[in-house]
Structure formats: structure tokens, C-alpha cells
């Protein structure tokens, strides 16, 4: 820092009148204010009943006893995602309802994706990174260009939604047949 530097203060009509403030400028501003109040609101977000997660998690643990750390890696990271999920979705529905509704247009269509992938394997665990990809496409479609740091987090946050609520199961192959 030069020791001979002063602090400048100036206010919104000068700014204006010294620098061109454009539609895409409000937006960005707009962008940063959205995606800081989903962090905040994430933070502060209980997850209601993830009975079905953990139980899923715990069924991965037990399937895979040399992965441990990894898993309760993963189970970490996609708790954190489902919650900003939950709040990006909390701060569309207040703020850009027809976004919101593009959400949920976006929500069916990879539950149908992602349960037909599920559905389809013996091993509907080793299909997570699919699931994944498969969820960054359908919202990208709608939100990458708007919301494009918060799209891999929210897809993410889908799919550990979808663990915890979804109807396939993740038994162990012999007590599947059992």
C-alpha cells in the first residue's frame, strides 16, 4: 500500500456520473446480494426429516467398510448442498416466483432421470456421480447463466434430497433377494 494513498468516499450519484452503471451492472449487484442471502439462509437451515439419508449413508457403510472417511465425507458435503438447495429454493419462491416454478419444473424432471438411473442398476450407489451430472444439466439449462456458482451446489443438494426421499433402495445385493 502506497503510504501517500487517500480514501475516496464517494456516493451513488457520483459513482453514476463517473463510471457507467448499466442494466447489467444492477444485475450483478442484484446476483451478489441473491447468492449471499442463499449462503446466509442455508446456514440456518434444519434438514426435517433426513431419516432416509442417513440410512442410506449408514447402508453405504456398511456395503463399502474400506471407504469410511470418504463417505462420511460425502455424507457431509451433500448435507451442506441439500441445505443450500433448500434455501436457494426458498429465496427463489420469494423473490422470482416464475424462476421458482422452473425449479420445480426442473425438480420432477430429475426425480424421472435420476429414479429411471437408480431404477435401472444393481448398484444404485455406484450411480451417484451420474445422478450428479445428470442434475447439473437439468438445472443449468434454467439457472447457469444467472446463478452459475450456486448450479453445482444446488444440483448436488438435489440429489441428497432425492436419497433421503426417494423409494429405491439400497440393500446389499444378497438382501435385496433375501
Not at 457507467?20 to 446476483?31: L, N
Not at 447439473?136 to 434454467?142: P, S, Y
Request: aromatic fraction near 6%.
Amino acid at each position: 500500500m502506497d503510504p501517500t494513498a487517500s480514501v475516496v468516499v464517494v456516493g451513488p450519484k457520483q459513482l453514476a456520473n463517473r463510471h457507467a452503471v448499466d442494466e447489467i451492472t444492477i444485475y450483478r449487484a442484484r446476483q451478489c446480494v441473491f447468492m449471499k442471502r442463499v449462503q446466509a439462509t442455508a446456514e440456518t437451515i434444519a434438514i426435517e426429516d433426513p431419516k432416509g439419508f442417513d440410512w442410506k449413508m449408514q447402508v453405504l457403510r456398511e456395503i463399502r467398510p474400506d471407504q469410511q472417511a470418504a463417505i462420511q465425507a460425502l455424507s457431509d458435503q451433500l448435507r451442506i448442498n441439500w441445505r443450500t438447495a433448500l434455501a436457494f429454493e426458498r429465496e427463489l419462491d420469494e423473490t422470482v416466483p416464475t424462476l421458482h416454478r422452473a425449479l420445480e419444473d426442473d425438480r420432477r424432471e430429475i426425480l424421472t432421470r435420476v429414479s429411471e438411473v437408480m431404477v435401472a442398476s444393481s448398484e444404485p450407489w455406484t450411480q451417484l456421480a451420474r445422478a450428479d451430472d445428470i442434475a447439473r444439466e437439468i438445472i443449468g439449462r434454467d439457472f447457469e447463466r444467472l446463478y452459475g456458482p450456486l448450479v453445482p451446489q444446488v444440483s448436488s443438494g438435489e440429489i441428497a434430497r432425492l436419497i433421503g426421499e426417494c423409494p429405491v433402495g439400497w440393500q446389499k445385493r444378497q438382501e435385496a433377494h433375501a
